[in-house]
T-cell receptor, first 114, second 116 residues
Framework: AQSVTQLDSHVSVSEGTPVLLRCNYS??????LFWYVQHPNKGLQLLLK??????LVKGINGFEAEFKKSETSFHLTKPSAHMSDAAEYFC????????????FGGGTRVLVKP | EPEVTQTPSHQVTQMGQEVILRCVPI?????FYWYRQILGQKVEFLVS????????KSEIFDDQFSVERPDGSNFTLKIRSTKLEDSAMYFC??????????????FGPGTRLTVL
């Protein structure tokens, strides 16, 4: 069975400093992975996705993630946090053989301090 | 840019009542989904729908739940007899099913359901 684990439920950063959100996955085959963001009272917005074309994936708003098979990780980073990055972030794996259902991690809530 | 829309944004109902949550997926998408997020918990998959039939459903999606695509644009989730534990944010999503982003799911803003 495929699953994802987000290692931090909360992350607090200062504006202008780097952001690191950690995600580990478990899969018996090469997974397709996503990061979604949820701003307060908003829906889920796709940040980026990994589908085996390239291990370093660039997304919207300056975010990127690196797929590391040896570490079963898919960590999300941004070099310089902005106040607008305050949100909850979800690491997600897709089960293509099960109707494309998505399995979500527990989420990481990011607080950005001025 | 096309987006998934959901109505209503908030729904309050009495326990035992039927509710219908409505979604308009992105035009020309072929796959449709419902997820829910109980306050403080993970986002959970409920059901996926393709070619006018359910392709996958979770254990949560019991006989009280049903989905329908009544016309070419709407996708609905019906809960026949709501329970207190059905209170959650319900998200609709759709994916193209073809092309470069075939399996990327695009989410609506959600419907917050409160069962009293």
């Amino acid at each position: 069975a495929q699953s994802v684990t987000q290692l931090d439920s909360h992350v607090s950063v200062s504006e202008g400093t780097p952001v690191l959100l950690r995600c580990n996955y478990s899969s018996s085959y090469s997974p397709s992975l996503f990061w979604y963001v949820q701003h307060p009272n908003k829906g889920l917005q796709l940040l980026l996705k990994y589908t085996s074309a390239a291990t370093l994936v660039k997304g919207i708003n300056g975010f990127e993630a690196e797929f590391k098979k040896s570490e079963t990780s898919f960590h999300l980073t941004k070099p310089s946090a902005h106040m607008s990055d305050a949100a909850e972030y979800f690491c997600v794996v897709i089960h293509k053989a099960a109707g494309n259902k998505l399995t979500f991690g527990g989420g990481t809530r990011v607080l950005v301090k001025p | 840019e096309p987006e998934v829309t959901q109505t209503p944004s908030h729904q309050v109902t009495q326990m035992g009542q039927e509710v219908i949550l409505r979604c308009v997926p992105i035009s020309n998408h072929l796959y449709f989904y419902w997820y829910r997020q109980i306050l403080g918990q993970k986002v959970e998959f409920l059901v996926s729908f393709y070619n006018n039939e359910i392709s996958e459903k979770s254990e949560i999606f019991d006989d009280q739940f049903s989905v329908e695509r009544p016309d070419g644009s709407n996708f609905t989730l019906k809960i026949r007899s709501t329970k207190l534990e059905d209170s959650a944010m319900y998200f609709c999503a759709s994916s193209p099913g073809t092309g470069a982003h075939t399996d990327t799911q695009y989410f609506g803003p959600g419907t917050r359901l409160t069962v009293l």
